[in-house]
């Protein structure tokens, strides 16, 4: 007997976005996880003046079907050893390969593979600063300033998340009502005082947390590669510095498997300064965009995408 296919569209979830785009990946992911979902498929739909992911997904015949699937899931990573052995990634090379030869463990006995896709993309100990510490992912915001950490978010957000947090995320709209912890890869947690009316110390951090919840899980699709210079790459960025850092990410029309998405976020023609239009339409790649990563202090944000 066949499985009947349904098609999910996730108005809320805008490609424009470098948050709404992680949350998408994300919510991708998560259901791919799932063998009973393995042969769910992804596309981009306009929507306005950007676009929104379509989910073809078996078994799954309406939003409260896949909102118990995701949330059974994603909180499930709650109190899980990779986003606990530290509050943050400035961790010295021997913790972290303790860390990756744990996980690394794990799932070569198939007991677990959410640990070492995930300290993939955290960052690895072939590569070394300066101070005798990894260097990590670019998607890394915070270091532990203003009580900001980077894992320790990542674990409150799997415990506070709520099957309603997800509802507003995926089918909006989204009302930015939702107390921190904050991943800072919204350009709305940008809050320079000199882009605000009113200090911003006094104005309490909001944010949409389900959104938050899903781009974490992204964080696989992104895995960290140690560079000959003795750098660290991280899929989808291009530059190192507080000042040449961007992300790019890609925006497709057709059907494209998990396995299809890895490959089209590690297109070499996306990290140009101008890809080119033709090789990217033969790809299915209707639209790119792209966002700058600033350091402001302590803290790392990112700009309002732009189309490329």
Known sequence: MSTRITEHTLLALQASSLLGFMASLGAFFTLGRRPEYAASRMRWVPQGSSYC?????????????????????????EGHRVITFEKDLKVSQAIFRNLSREMAESFLEQKDSFGSEMAAAFGSDGAVNEEGMIEDTAFRTMSGAGHQHFLSFMNELAKETNIDHLREALYGPWRYRDPSPIMRWDDA????????????????????RGANRLAIAALPLFPTVPTAGGGLATVGFKGNKSNNTFVTWPIWTGWLSMDAVRSTLVLSELQKSEPSTSELSARGI?????????TLGKYRNFTPAKPI
């Open 53 to 77: 992911p379509v989910f073809q997904t078996p078994g799954i015949q309406d939003a409260d079907a896949l909102l118990t699937c995701l949330h059974e899931h994603l909180s499930a990573a």
């Open 189 to 208: 947690d940008d809050r320079r005082y000199a882009l605000r009316w009113d200090e911003p110390s006094k104005d309490p951090v909001r944010t949409v």
């Open 286 to 294: 209707c639209a790119a965009f792209r966002s700058q990563r600033i």
